[in-house]
């Protein structure tokens, strides 16, 4: 399992949405991302959402090694 996190950097650009719908959605609260689910299994859209984030915003870890999900 995966645990996604979107830290304060984000700029709401949306093309984590775009690629990833089901793991990302924009606040109307901050128009910034977020992570559907915090915990997710291993799915290579979040990947490309996190090279696609202009601010480099989003970071996935590894529940089992708490090491960051290379992309």
């Known amino acids: 399992m ?3 996190s979107v830290n304060h950097t ?3 650009s949306g093309s984590c ?3 990833a719908p089901g793991h ?11 992570p559907v689910r915090p915990d997710v299994a291993p799915d290579e ?3 490309d959402a ?10 996935v ?3 089992e090694t708490g090491a960051p ?3």
Do not use: K, N, Y
Not at 24 to 34: I, M, Q, V
Not at 50 to 59: R, T
């Open 45 to 47: 859209a979040v990947l």
């Open 50 to 59: 996190v090279a696609s984030c202009p601010m480099e915003a989003i970071e």
């Open 24 to 34: 990302f959605e924009l606040s109307d609260a901050d128009g910034r991302s977020h």
């Open 17 to 19: 949405t775009g690629l």
């Open 10 to 12: 984000c700029i709401g």
């Open 2 to 4: 995966w645990r996604i």
């Open 61 to 63: 870890i590894d529940l």
């Open 69 to 71: 999900v290379e992309i």
